[in-house]
T-cell receptor
């Protein structure tokens, strides 16, 4: 079975500072990894995904993430955050061998709070 | 592409009543997923359709929960005899067929409050 651990429930940061949101996964097989963002009262929007290839993945809104197989991590980073980045961020994993379902399993989320 | 549409956006119901939510996926998306999200938690997978076939339903929370996708287009999620613990956001997502390098698009969700 797969699972995702997001180590920080809340990350406060000042505007224009860098940020890293941590994600660790457990899986006995190869994985696909995703980061989603959720703004208040909205659905989830995909920020970026890792399926294979380069371990550094760039996404929308200036975010990037690095897949580290040895540490089973997929941390999300942004060099300079904006007030508008305040939102809930979810890391998710799915099984490439999942019979075609590719059902993402989500972590509990990290609330990014950007202060002026 | 009008996105995944969920109705209603909000539902308040009395304990013991039945409720039904609707999800209209993006046209030509044959895969449809239902999730539940409680406060402070990530989305929790409930069930999954490929076209009209419900391929995974073991994670529906109890036999009070059921889902259908009769013509392989829109889907409904029904909760019978609602309980206060059913209060949550119910999310629907859809994907087009084929390679996993296709994004799952989420709707805005239906927020259920059981009083």
């Amino acid at each position: 079975a797969q699972s995702v651990t997001q180590l920080d429930s809340q990350v406060p940061v000042f505007e224009e500072a860098p940020v890293e949101l941590r994600c660790n996964y457990s899986s006995s097989v190869s994985v696909y990894l995703f980061w989603y963002v959720q703004y208040p009262n909205q659905g989830l929007q995909l920020l970026l995904k890792y399926l294979s290839g380069s371990t550094l993945v760039k996404g929308i809104n200036g975010f990037e993430a690095e897949f580290n197989k040895s540490q089973t991590s997929f941390h999300l980073r942004k060099p300079s955050v904006h007030i508008s980045d305040t939102a809930e961020y979810f890391c998710a994993v799915s099984d490439p061998q999942g019979g075609g379902s590719y059902i993402p399993t989500f972590g509990r989320g990290t609330s990014l709070i950007v202060h002026p | 592409d009008t996105g995944v549409s969920q109705n209603p956006r909000h539902k308040i119901t009395k304990r013991g009543q039945n409720v039904t939510f609707r999800c209209d996926p993006i046209s030509e998306h044959n895969r449809l997923y239902w999730y539940r999200q409680t406060l402070g938690q990530g989305p929790e997978f409930l069930t999954y359709f490929q076209n009209e076939a419900q391929l995974e339903k073991s994670r529906l929370l109890s036999d009070r929960f059921s889902a259908e996708r009769p013509k392989g287009s829109f889907s409904t999620l029904e909760i019978q005899r609602t309980e206060q613990g059913d209060s949550a956001m119910y999310l629907c997502a859809s994907r087009r067929p084929g390679h996993p390098n296709t994004e799952a698009f989420f709707g805005q969700g239906t927020r259920l409050t059981v009083v």
